[in-house]
C-alpha cells in the first residue's frame, strides 16, 4: 500500500514575492508552511534529496550548502543556475572534470584571527595554508575551461594575493613554519640545534666512556621531560652523580641527567625558548594578515561550497540519468521521461517506470485516479519535486521545462492531531483552506486524495467545488482521488483532465504508467478475487453495488479494452510511419549525394574538355603565326592534320549504343537542364527516344548528345488545350507544322484529355507526312490502351497499328502506320 506520509499544505514563500509586469516569480522555499497549520514531516521528501546531495560533496562546505539547500527567489537566478550547472554538465561530458577539492576547515580560525590579541596556533596557518593552495586549482581551471559561462564563473574567484605569499613565505607544504619565515626564527632555530648537537653529543661520549658503561643499560642518549639523560641501571643510580627524572615500568631502569650535562640542557631549553618566541612572533604577523583578508576568505569559502554543490549536483544527475531542465515563460510545464528521484537512487534507472507530463495552456488540471499501489502519490510528488529541484539549480530525473510558479502548495500525506483534535479529514480541510487563500493562476497545487476521510457523498461534493475553485482561478493542479464524482466532473469540464494509473489484475501489480484521458478504477473486487478471497463474499458486493454500477464497470472495462487496442495500433502505425520517413530520408540523402556526384562528374567533364580546346586553340594559333612568318602551308597542313589526329583519338573508335533511359525519366521539348559535359543550363528543342538523343539550345547554339548525360532542372510549361479552332480561311492538309518528335507520351493524363492530344498529335503527323509514329499509354488499368486503340481503329488515316515489341515496351506502346498518299 501507498506510505501515509505526514504533511501539510506548504506555500514555498511566506512573504509577497515583487512581481514585474508578466513576471509573477518564483517560489522562495519548500518547508515554510501556512499560518496556523501543524508543522509537518516533509510532505516531499525534500530532506532526503537533500541527504543525497550531501553524500556527494567534497567538503563541509559544500555539504553545508546541500544541507541548508532552498529554492532561489527569482526567475534570473533560477535561469542563472540551471545554465550554469548545465555548464558543469558540458565540460564534465568533454572529459574536462572540475577539481574535486578536499578543503580543511578554516572558518574558526577566520573568527579566531579577528579577536583583539589572539594568535593562531601553527595547526591553524598550516589548515589556512592548505586551503589556498587547494583553491589555487580552480584559477587553473578557470584558464582551461571551454564554456564561456563556466569560464566566467570561475573567473569569479578570487585568492587573497597578499595572505597567499605571506603564507607561501612562512609555511612549509608539511603545515609547519619555515626557518626563513623571519631572520630572528632562523638565528634561534640554528642556536637550538647548535646546543642540541653539543648536549647529545655530550652524553654520548659520556656513554661510551669506561666509567659509565657498565652503570647503563645501553648507550642510547633519550629524552625525558624535555631533557636529554641516559639510561642507568637501577642498581648503579648511586654511584652516577646526577638527576633522574623517570624511571622504566619495570623499575630496572632509571632515566638520569649526569650533573656536568645540567648546563648545556639549560642551554638548549634556552635556546628552544628564543625560537618559540620568534616563531610567536612570526605568528602574531600571520595571524594579523589573515585578519586583513577575512571577508575575501569567507567569499573563498562561500564559492568554494557553491562550486562543491554544482559538482555535487552533476554527480547526482549523473546517478540520475536525468538533464538540466528549462525554466519555461509562463505557469506551465512538460516533463519527458520524468520519475521520482528518490525511487531512481533507490532502485537505479532501469528499475523505475517513467513517464511524460505536460500541464499548462488550456489544460491546467489533472485528476489522476486508480487502484491503491498504482504510484497516485509518487507521481504527485515526482511533479513536486521536480519543481523544487529544479528552483534549487539541481538536475531533475528525466528531462524537459518546468513551470514559472509564484508558489507551490502540497497537501499530501494523513495529518490527523489528537494535540490539536484534528482528523485526517479535519486536517485535509484546514490544508485546503491554505490553498484556497490567493489562489491565482501562477500557483503549483498538488493534492493528494481530495475529498477522503468522510462520507463519499459529501467527499465528493466537496472535491468537486475544490476542482472548480482550482479551474476558475486558472491554477496548475495535480489532483489523486479514488471518486468517481470528481472523474465525471473532469470528463465534462474544460481545462480539467483525466489520467489513470493501471494496473495488471493477473499480476496484482501496478504498471505505473499514466494512461491519458482515462479515468482509473480501483479494481477491489478484482483484487480481492486474485488474492482468494470467496466467491460467495464477491458474489454478494458484486449485488450490492447494483446493476447500474456493475454496468458502469463493465463499459470501462469494454472502453479500457478498445483503448489498449487502439494504443497498440497507433503505436503499430506510428512504428510503420517511423520507418517510411527513416527510408525517406536516406531515399533523399542518396538522391542528394548522386546529384552531387553528378554535379562534380560534369565539373571534370568540363574541365577537362576546356583544357583539350584551349590546347588546340593554343596550337591553331601557333600554326597561324608560323604560316604569316614563313608562308609555309604544307607545315601549317601537317599541324592541322596532326591536331585533327589528335581528336580523332580521343574521341570513341565506335558509335556508342543509344543510352537506356529509365521510364520514369520523361524529357519534353521546353525542359531546361544540362548537357554533360556543358556546364550551363539550356532548354530542350528536341527529343529523340528511338535514338536516346535530346538536343539542347545553349544561348543560341544548338549542341545534341546522349540522353542519359541530360539532368533535367526544370520541367516544361505546360501546353495550350488542344482543339483550339483554326484560323480564319482554313488551311491545306498538309498545312500542321511538323511534331516536336514522332513519339506521343500520354501517360497520367485523363481520357478525354488523352484523346484529345492523341487526334492533335496524329493531325500533325499525318500533315506532315511522317509514315509512322509511336504512342506511349503504358500498361496500368488498361483503359487508356483501350481507348487509343478505339481511337486508331476509328480514324481512316491509319493503315495498322499494334503493339511494339517487348524490348521496345510491348503492350505499353502502340506503333501507328499512316496510309500512303496521305
Excluded at 615500568?249 to 649526569?258: A, K, L
Excluded at 524529357?667 to 556546364?679: E, K, N, Q, S, Y
Excluded at 487508356?784 to 510491348?810: I, K, M, Y
Amino acid at each position: 500500500m501507498e506510505r501515509n506520509e505526514a504533511a501539510v499544505s506548504q506555500p514555498i514563500s511566506d512573504r509577497e514575492i515583487p512581481r514585474r509586469a508578466g513576471d509573477p516569480g518564483l517560489a522562495t522555499a519548500l518547508g515554510r508552511y501556512a499560518a496556523g497549520a501543524t508543522p509537518p514531516d516533509d510532505p516531499l521528501e525534500v530532506g532526503r534529496v537533500r541527504e543525497a546531495l550531501r553524500e556527494r560533496t567534497a567538503h563541509v562546505y559544500g555539504a553545508e550548502r546541500a544541507e541548508a539547500l532552498d529554492p532561489l527567489t527569482d526567475a534570473e537566478a533560477v535561469a542563472g543556475r540551471l545554465a550554469l550547472a548545465a555548464a558543469v554538465a558540458e565540460e564534465t561530458a568533454a572529459g574536462r572534470s572540475l577539481p574535486r577539492l578536499a578543503l580543511p576547515e578554516i572558518r574558526p580560525a577566520l573568527q579566531r584571527a579577528s579577536i583583539e590579541g589572539a594568535v593562531l596556533e601553527t595547526d591553524e596557518l598550516g589548515a589556512l595554508h592548505g586551503f589556498l593552495r587547494a583553491a589555487a586549482e580552480v584559477e587553473a581551471c578557470a584558464a582551461e575551461a571551454e564554456n564561456p559561462r563556466l569560464a566566467e564563473f570561475l573567473g569569479g574567484f578570487v585568492r587573497p594575493e597578499e595572505l597567499v605569499r605571506h603564507l607561501d613565505r612562512i609555511m612549509d607544504p608539511a603545515g609547519g613554519i619555515r626557518d626563513q619565515a623571519s631572520a630572528e626564527l632562523a638565528a634561534a632555530r640554528s642556536a637550538v640545534r647548535q646546543a642540541r648537537d653539543r648536549v647529545r653529543g655530550h652524553l654520548e661520549q659520556r656513554a661510551q666512556s669506561n666509567a659509565l658503561r657498565s652503570l647503563l643499560q645501553d648507550t642510547r642518549v633519550t629524552l625525558r621531560q624535555g631533557r636529554y639523560v641516559l639510561p642507568v641501571k637501577a642498581e648503579s643510580q648511586g654511584r652516577v652523580k646526577g638527576v633522574v627524572h623517570a624511571a622504566s615500568g619495570s623499575g630496572e631502569t632509571v632515566f638520569m641527567e649526569p650533573l656536568d650535562a645540567v648546563s648545556l640542557n639549560n642551554a638548549l631549553e634556552q635556546a628552544e625558548s628564543e625560537a618559540l618566541r620568534a616563531e610567536y612572533q612570526v605568528r602574531v604577523l600571520a595571524t594579523r594578515a589573515v585578519a586583513r583578508s577575512r571577508e575575501e576568505l569567507e567569499g573563498a569559502v562561500g564559492f568554494l561550497g557553491l562550486l562543491d554543490l554544482l559538482q555535487a549536483g552533476e554527480r547526482l544527475r549523473a546517478d540520475l540519468g536525468g538533464a538540466i531542465p528549462k525554466l519555461a515563460d509562463g505557469p506551465e510545464f512538460a516533463l519527458e521521461a520524468v520519475a521520482h528521484p528518490l525511487l531512481v537512487l533507490e532502485h537505479g534507472q532501469e528499475g523505475v517506470v517513467p513517464t511524460d507530463l505536460a500541464l499548462g495552456g488550456g489544460d491546467r488540471c489533472l485528476v489522476v485516479s486508480g487502484p491503491n499501489t498504482g504510484g497516485k502519490t509518487v507521481l504527485l510528488k515526482t511533479v513536486g519535486l521536480a519543481h523544487w529541484m529544479a528552483y534549487c539549480g539541481l538536475p531533475v530525473a528525466g528531462r524537459g521545462r518546468v513551470g514559472r510558479f509564484s508558489d507551490l502548495w502540497a497537501v499530501i500525506g494523513d495529518q490527523q492531531s489528537l494535540a490539536a483534535d484534528l482528523s485526517t479529514f479535519s486536517a485535509q480541510l484546514v490544508r485546503l483552506k491554505g490553498v484556497l487563500e490567493g489562489l491565482d493562476a501562477h500557483r503549483l497545487v498538488l493534492i493528494d486524495e481530495l475529498g477522503s476521510g468522510t462520507n463519499p457523498g459529501e467527499g465528493s461534493a466537496l472535491g468537486v467545488a475544490v476542482l472548480e475553485r482550482l479551474r476558475q482561478a486558472g491554477a496548475v493542479a495535480l489532483v489523486s482521488t479514488h471518486l468517481d464524482r470528481l472523474k465525471h466532473y473532469a470528463v465534462r469540464s474544460p481545462g480539467v483532465i483525466n489520467a489513470a494509473l493501471s494496473f495488471d489484475v493477473e499480476r496484482l501489480a501496478p504498471t505505473y504508467r499514466v494512461e491519458w484521458a482515462q479515468a482509473g478504477r480501483s479494481q477491489a473486487l478484482e483484487i480481492a478475487a486474485r488474492l482468494g478471497l470467496p466467491d460467495d463474499l464477491l458474489e454478494a458486493a458484486r449485488d450490492a453495488l447494483g446493476e447500474e454500477t456493475q454496468e458502469v464497470e463493465r463499459l470501462l472495462a469494454e472502453r479500457d479494452r478498445l483503448l489498449a487496442e487502439a494504443n497498440r495500433e497507433r503505436e503499430e502505425a506510428a512504428t510503420t510511419r517511423q520507418r517510411a520517413e527513416a527510408a525517406e530520408r536516406e531515399a533523399r540523402a542518396l538522391r542528394e549525394r548522386l546529384a552531387a556526384e553528378r554535379e562534380e562528374a560534369f565539373g571534370k567533364v568540363e574541365a577537362e574538355w576546356q583544357r583539350t580546346l584551349e590546347g588546340a586553340r593554343r596550337e591553331v594559333r601557333e600554326i597561324i603565326r608560323h604560316l604569316k612568318e614563313s608562308g609555309n602551308t604544307a607545315a601549317a597542313d601537317e599541324g592541322l592534320a596532326r591536331l585533327d589526329q589528335q581528336f580523332r583519338r580521343q574521341a570513341p573508335t565506335e558509335q556508342p549504343e543509344p543510352a537506356i533511359v529509365e521510364e520514369s525519366l520523361e524529357v519534353a521539348v521546353g525542359d531546361r537542364g544540362r548537357l554533360a559535359p556543358f556546364r550551363k543550363a539550356g532548354e530542350v528543342v528536341a527529343v529523340d527516344h528511338d535514338r536516346g538523343e535530346v538536343e539542347l539550345d545553349l544561348g543560341g547554339k544548338r549542341v545534341r548528345g546522349d540522353l542519359a548525360n541530360f539532368q533535367r532542372t526544370e520541367a516544361a510549361a505546360p501546353r495550350p488545350e488542344v482543339g483550339a479552332p483554326e484560323p480564319a480561311g482554313g488551311t491545306s492538309r498538309r498545312g500542321p507544322a511538323l511534331p516536336e518528335s514522332t513519339r506521343l507520351d500520354l501517360r497520367g493524363q485523363r481520357r478525354d484529355e488523352a484523346l484529345a492530344t492523341l487526334q492533335h498529335f496524329l493531325d500533325n503527323a499525318y500533315g506532315a507526312g511522317l509514315g509512322q509514329v509511336t504512342v506511349l499509354h503504358g500498361k496500368g488499368t488498361g483503359v487508356l490502351a483501350e481507348a487509343v486503340q478505339q481511337a486508331l481503329t476509328d480514324d481512316s488515316r491509319v493503315a495498322r497499328f499494334g503493339h511494339a515489341r517487348p524490348e521496345e515496351g510491348g503492350a505499353g506502346v502502340t506503333e501507328v502506320e499512316f496510309k500512303k498518299g496521305g
